[in-house]
């Protein structure tokens, strides 16, 4: 299993970003996706999921309404737009594969799936 997120950098409070992971070596189409990010000092917390289906979504209450995950399997890839980007959302952000868990199950953990290296997401004027 390998996942490579991208898509990350400095924004402005109130700016947008688009982070995207590419997945290879596992039937991606049958694996539940989910985005989560860690802050400096914090614990890695959950932000958004997809299961198998289409309107199997999930997100953080800290993300609800201004974020939008997405996934492609004909091109294995699953992307996190994140809009109205605030200070706090500063944090590096990860790609998560598992192929037991439900989208909903991935808001809770506990996790044995597969994780990306992570993308660095900085919100500063």
């Known amino acids: 299993v390998q996942l490579v997120e991208s898509g990350g950098g400095m924004v402005q409070p109130g700016g947008s970003l688009r982070l995207s992971c590419v997945a290879s070596?596992?039937?991606?189409?049958?694996?539940?996706m989910g985005w989560f990010r860690q802050a400096p000092g914090k614990e890695r917390e959950f932000v958004a999921s997809?299961?198998?289906?289409?309107?199997?979504?999930y997100y953080a209450d800290s993300v609800k309404g201004r974020s939008t995950i997405s996934r492609d399997n004909a091109k294995n890839t699953v992307t996190l737009q994140l809009n109205s980007l605030k200070p706090e959302d500063t944090a590096d952000y990860y790609c998560?594969?598992?192929?037991?868990?439900?989208?909903?199950?991935?808001?809770?953990?506990?996790?044995?799936?597969?994780w990306g290296q992570g993308t660095h997401v900085i919100v500063s004027s």
């Open positions: 997809h299961g198998r289906g289409p309107y199997d979504i």
């Open positions: 070596g596992f039937p991606f189409a049958t694996y539940a």
């Open positions: 998560y594969a598992d192929r037991a868990m439900t989208a909903s199950a991935l808001q809770r953990g506990p996790y044995s799936g597969s």
